[in-house]
C-alpha cells in the first residue's frame, strides 16, 4: 500500500522571481509628482509586488502598502506575502491615476512611481523609465503614457512615409530627405536600479 501525502506549497517554495525592470530618480533631487517608473511583467500584484519589494525595502525602508487604480489590475488582492511581512493593497478607482502606483514605507515616507503597461514596447518603456524618473518633469503619469502614444505615432507616421517614399523611387531621385526623426532617448538600466534612492520628499505626505 502507497502512502499519499498532501502537500501545500509556501511562499518559500516559490521560485525567485526575476528582478524587477525600473528606473528611479536620481538620489537628492528636488520633489516631483513621480519618484520612477516600474514596468512590471504582467498585471498580477500577487506575483509582481514581492519582486519589487525585495528591491525598494532596502532603499526607501520596508514597504508596508500600496495603492492602485483598478481600472488596469485585473484582482487586487488586499494582502500580498512578501519576504518577511505582508504588504497591505488598497485600491482607489477615481481617486488615484490610473498609471500611478502609491508606495508608503510606515514611518519614512510616500512614493509613487508609473507603472507602465507589461505589453509595452521597449522603445517606448525605455522612453517612459527615462522621463519619469526626470526630476524636472511635472508630468503626471497618466500625461507621459500620453505623450509616449503620441510620439509612438509621429515615428510609425513618419516611417510609413519614408516607405512610400523609398517605394517611389524617392531616394534614388535625389528627392526632398524625410522629415527628422524625434529624438530617441537612452534606455535606463531595466533591472536592479543603479542610482541611490531619494529620501522621502517633504512635499509629499504619508
Known amino acids: 500500500m502507497t502512502a499519499t501525502v498532501s502537500y501545500t506549497p509556501?511562499?518559500?517554495?516559490?521560485?525567485?522571481?526575476?528582478?524587477?525592470?525600473?528606473?528611479?530618480?536620481?538620489?537628492?533631487?528636488?520633489?516631483?509628482?513621480l519618484d520612477g517608473a516600474w514596468w512590471p511583467r504582467s498585471r498580477d500584484l500577487w506575483a509582481e509586488l514581492p519582486s519589487l519589494t525585495a528591491v525598494l525595502d532596502p532603499l526607501w525602508g520596508r514597504i508596508t502598502r500600496v495603492t492602485v487604480n483598478p481600472a488596469h489590475w485585473p484582482t487586487v488582492p488586499r494582502k500580498v506575502p512578501v519576504d518577511g511581512h505582508v504588504v497591505k493593497v488598497g485600491s482607489f478607482p477615481t481617486q488615484q491615476d490610473p498609471h500611478q502606483m502609491l508606495l508608503l514605507s510606515y514611518r519614512v515616507g510616500r512614493w509613487d512611481l508609473l507603472?507602465?503597461?507589461?505589453?509595452t514596447a521597449p522603445v517606448s518603456a525605455a522612453w517612459l523609465m527615462a522621463a519619469a524618473s526626470d526630476p524636472l518633469r511635472?508630468?503626471?503619469?497618466?500625461?507621459?503614457?500620453?505623450?509616449?502614444a503620441r510620439l509612438r505615432t509621429v515615428t510609425e507616421t513618419d516611417r510609413?512615409?519614408?516607405?512610400?517614399?523609398?517605394?517611389e523611387?524617392?531616394?534614388e531621385a535625389g528627392g526632398p530627405p524625410?522629415?527628422?526623426?524625434?529624438?530617441?532617448?537612452?534606455?535606463?538600466v531595466l533591472a536592479i536600479p543603479a542610482v541611490a534612492l531619494p529620501t522621502q520628499h517633504p512635499a509629499k505626505g504619508v
Open 10 to 33: 509556501t511562499l518559500e517554495d516559490r521560485p525567485s522571481p526575476p528582478s524587477p525592470r525600473m528606473s528611479l530618480a536620481p538620489s537628492g533631487s528636488a520633489p516631483a509628482l
Open 115 to 119: 507603472v507602465i503597461p507589461p505589453q
Open 138 to 148: 511635472t508630468s503626471t503619469a497618466s500625461q507621459l503614457m500620453a505623450e509616449a
Open 160 to 167: 510609413a512615409v519614408e516607405a512610400v517614399w523609398d517605394a
Open 169 to 171: 523611387g524617392g531616394h
Open 178 to 188: 524625410s522629415r527628422p526623426r524625434i529624438p530617441t532617448v537612452t534606455a535606463p
